[in-house]
């Protein structure tokens, strides 16, 4: 089946300071989203990025399709930060299923 | 538009009761998916479906679990009799465009059964 590993874990961060979380898939995908999970178990949508770099605000993201990666970049972390990131995608040998990683839990400390 | 809204936001039953979760995704949308969350195997997917006919339920844990779509606007997921395994929060997804559609979720229901 679809493999879909994000690393690291767990980050904990200070506030202000950046970092970059990684989603790993094991086939061609025709989509892929990053979504942030609140404290209150919201899934927000933050990017969908099959290929290419796009970006809002303090977050950016990368997709090299080819090497069957995903980079999701943080600057200036605030504390609102917090959450759990999630990376999804969808692969057409396996059907219109958006299949999801384990998620980086981010704390942000103040 | 208003977002994918699901219904009740938290339930809590008594184990053997019927249990009926709540979908309206957004207008316009052409696929419409179930998803349950747990600490132990995250977010998985439970059945979707393309202009309101179920497409793969194979992500259904048991007979126990049904959903329906009577129209574009609506869809129920029941489980009927409910066990505390079933305990989770349950989000409703809606999209455009299958593959190439950016799905959208909505806030969940958080259901434990007692």
């Known amino acids: 089946g679809i493999q879909v590993e994000q690393s690291p874990p767990d980050l904990i961060l200070q506030e202000g300071a950046n970092s970059t979380l990684r989603c790993n898939f094991s086939?061609?995908?025709?989509?892929l989203q990053w979504f942030h999970q609140n404290p209150w178990g919201q899934l927000i949508n933050l990017f969908y990025?099959?290929?290419g770099t796009k970006q809002n605000g303090r977050l950016s993201a990368t997709t090299v399709a080819t090497e069957r990666y995903s980079l999701l970049y943080i600057s200036s972390s605030q504390t609102t930060d917090s959450g759990v990131y999630f990376c999804a995608v969808m692969i057409k040998a396996a059907g219109n299923k958006l299949t999801f990683g384990g998620g980086t839990r981010v704390l942000v400390k103040p | 538009d208003a977002g994918v809204i699901q219904s009740p936001r938290h339930e809590v039953t008594e184990m053997g009761q019927e249990v009926t979760l709540r979908c309206k995704p957004i207008s316009g949308h052409d696929y419409l998916f179930w998803y349950r969350q747990t600490m132990m195997r995250g977010l998985e997917l439970l059945i979707y479906f393309n202009n309101n006919v179920p497409i793969d339920d194979s992500g259904m844990p048991e007979d126990r679990f049904s959903a329906k779509m009577p129209n574009a606007s609506f869809s129920t997921l029941k489980i009927q009799p409910s066990e505390p395994r079933d305990s989770a929060v349950y989000f409703c997804?809606?999209?455009?465009?299958?593959?190439?559609?950016?799905?959208?979720f909505g806030q969940g229901t958080r259901l434990t059964v007692v």
């Open positions: 990025i099959p290929s």
């Open positions: 997804a809606s999209s455009f465009g299958g593959l190439v559609g950016e799905a959208f």
């Open positions: 086939d061609s995908v025709n989509n």
